[in-house]
């Protein structure tokens, strides 16, 4: 026997959940600030008494913005880079020496943000002395094609394996150019970013006597639609076709999440085969949609050395009676059947496991989406989606069978390997059908659902339910119209308005940590019930609930509200009424006694022929336990335990004797 020595508190390595990280897809998005510096950015919008005023200029407001945005991405994408390049400043400045680009001052370079960028750009948001020697306006205002072509440097040198590039062009400069010339070069400098694979959004920001007009220069430098970019880690809007009003400010502030938490990247669970029919098959990918988030990954640091490292942990067995070291190859993986211990190879472990053939996806019938229960799901759905990359011509296919099963309204039943070392699965195919938001917004993409089913080990008999309370019309009806005062927004809950409460408040003590703040004490938690709004709702109805249970309460009673009433007692017949009354003592109550079970030939018990005879026919669990205990005991058998544990020593006996 050996006993286990870890030196790190996290989970024991499970090889039968081993998934295959090769399949993932690393998600990094850099993010380039390009900021307008000139007067009109700089000027203070007029003192106002309206509360949600501007109070800053639209240079500060753009870099509060950016300022929050670079500490939500610490948190939420680790992996993502972010930069604030300001041009039409007096400064040049590219962090290199480089000075080709004219009035062109990289204030935060196109790296992953650390704390250290997050402080110097608060310190300079907070120092004005600062602040005015940076963002001074240059005398003559800096060519646009200028900026994108140094961005276009920036972007290579920094992120050339980007999967997404992102360029937010802010400015209150509809016309920049001043001669055709400038416009012209500076179309061919936008064309650049987008062969490369950048996406420029316009934040428009209009003047106080003058609405920003995009027809002007920006309509044929910025296209109307972004790109596609499937693979960003987060959904950013389409800005550019719904910025035309110079609301550059409040396009900023929507991307702007209050959630704090971790944010998981999109990848794929699993890349397999789906088999439609013999010998047709095509490729999907399945996604998990929805998944719990949790706190981040903790680390040991070892502090007793010049500097803090990490430690590097590592896991040894020992025996226990000599303390040796025991090797991997040593051990082998044991199951304890009938008090006796099994012993597997993990050769042969592998061929038990991968018994059931390769990781695939097979249809083995189709049935009316009627007919699934709702409980009938054992574990979280997959969202499936077709892929090209091992069958061409998979997508086509797969729209064909979404859109008959929805049509028909059929789902599909299918055997379900994930992965290696998998167990199968029974899955239902569900189709989904593609949704919008009230904006023209896709929120669910068209795809199919995978359902696991319940196999009959996995059924469990249902506890039996308290009483129904019972109520009066009376109160029903005030209560109908509280709860209709009360409903959420469109009556659908919007996860993306309820942040974790305790994944915020982890992640912004960690934040004020990092950046040396000052630690909150207090957690902000959005799902508290608003009660100014619930009392200004329906606290009058609330109230007037109240009154009418206490009149129902004195005049009903709490036994008639709190359940059921029961059912009336059978009356009993006169005579046995009439007894009742008479002086005589009852008799004592007769136990029934279990008649002894006799044979065929008259002797007392069953044959072994007798009881195999119903043992084929399955009726053995029907039998009493009386019976049971008899014919065991017959036979020398122990009679102890529950009624399974005897039929199965007796099915273990038959067997033993060949019957």
Not at 65 to 85: E, F, T, V, Y
Not at 378 to 398: H, L, M, Q, W
Not at 413 to 429: D, G, T
Not at 566 to 574: E, N
Request: charged share 30%; with cysteine.
């Amino acid at each position: 026997m050996a006993d286990t020595q870890d030196n790190r508190p996290g989970e024991e390595e499970d090889e039968e959940e081993e998934i295959d990280d090769t399949s993932y897809k690393t998600i990094k998005d850099a993010v380039l600030f390009a900021i307008d510096i000139s007067e009109s950015m700089l000027e203070r919008p007029p003192l106002s008494d309206d509360k949600k005023a501007e109070r800053d200029s639209p240079a500060s407001a753009t870099l509060k913005c950016a300022l929050h945005l670079m500490q939500q991405r610490i948190i939420s994408n680790p992996k993502d880079m972010m930069g604030i390049l300001l041009y039409g400043t007096e400064k040049t400045d590219l962090k290199d020496g480089d000075n080709t680009f004219q009035h062109c001052y990289l204030l935060t370079d196109l790296d992953v943000p650390c704390a250290q960028d997050v402080k110097q750009l608060r310190d300079l948001l907070e120092n004005e002395e600062e602040a005015e020697e940076i963002l001074k306006p240059a005398k003559e205002p800096a060519s646009i094609a200028t900026v994108l072509f140094c961005a276009n440097q920036i972007f290579t040198t920094k992120a050339p394996n980007f999967s997404s590039r992102r360029l937010f062009l802010v400015t209150d400069n509809d016309n920049p150019a001043t001669v055709k010339q400038d416009k012209e070069t500076a179309i061919t400098r936008a064309r650049d970013l987008y062969d490369l694979g950048c996406t420029i959004d316009l934040f428009p920001i209009s003047k106080p006597d003058h609405g920003f007009d995009r027809t002007r220069f920006y309509d044929d430098l910025v296209y109307p639609t972004s790109p596609s970019d499937p693979d960003a880690p987060v959904a950013i809007p389409s800005t550019t076709k719904v910025a035309k009003s110079g609301d550059g400010l409040t396009l900023l502030k929507q991307l702007l999440s209050s959630i704090n938490s971790k944010a998981a990247p999109r990848r794929a669970l699993f890349s397999l085969p789906f088999e439609i029919g013999p010998g047709m098959r095509i490729g999907v990918k399945g996604f998990i949609l929805i998944k719990r988030q949790e706190h981040v990954k903790s680390c040991y640091v070892w502090v007793g050395g010049e500097k803090p490292q990490i430690v590097q942990s590592s896991t040894s067995h020992m025996a226990d009676d000599t303390a040796r070291v025991v090797e991997k190859i040593e051990l082998r993986k044991v199951y304890k059947f009938g008090g006796d211990t099994i012993t597997f190879t993990p050769e042969e472990f592998i061929q038990i496991r991968q018994c059931f053939g390769e990781p695939i996806i097979r249809i083995v019938g189709f049935k009316p989406l009627s007919m699934l229960p709702l409980w009938a799901n054992v574990n979280k759905a997959t969202f499936v989606y077709p892929s090209e990359a091992d069958f061409i011509g998979s997508t086509r296919v797969f729209s064909a069978l979404q859109q008959k099963l929805l049509k028909s309204k059929k789902m599909a039943l299918a055997w379900f390997v994930a992965r290696k070392n998998a167990s199968p699965v029974m899955a239902a195919i569900i189709p989904g059908e593609e949704r919008y938001d009230e904006n023209g917004e896709q929120t669910m993409p068209p795809g199919l659902w995978l359902v696991p089913l319940p196999f009959a080990n996995d059924l469990r008999q249902c506890p039996e339910q308290p009483p129904e309370p019972r109520t009066t019309d009376e109160l029903t009806d005030k209560m109908r119209v509280i709860i209709e005062q009360l409903q959420l927004p469109k009556g659908v809950y919007d996860p993306s308005k309820y942040p974790n409460p305790d994944l915020q408040w982890f992640y912004r003590i960690l934040q004020a940590m990092a950046l040396e703040e000052e630690v909150p004490t207090k957690p902000d938690d959005k799902t508290l019930p608003k009660y100014k709004q619930i009392e200004k709702r329906c606290g009058e109805y609330i109230e007037e609930y109240g009154q009418t249970f206490d009149e129902v309460f004195k005049t009903v009673g709490r036994a008639a509200l709190s359940s059921r009433p029961k059912a009336a007692a059978k009356k009993r017949p006169a005579t046995a009424a009439a007894d009742d009354d008479d002086d005589e003592p009852k008799p004592n109550k007769r136990v029934k006694k279990e008649p002894k079970v006799k044979n065929e030939d008259g002797d007392d018990g069953l044959t072994d022929e007798q009881m195999a005879g119903i043992n084929n026919k399955g009726t053995l669990t029907k039998q009493t336990v009386a019976v049971l205990k008899e014919y065991l005991s017959a036979r020398g058998q122990p009679v102890t335990g529950k009624k399974a544990d005897l039929v199965e020593r007796v099915q273990d006996y038959l067997e033993d004797k060949g019957l």
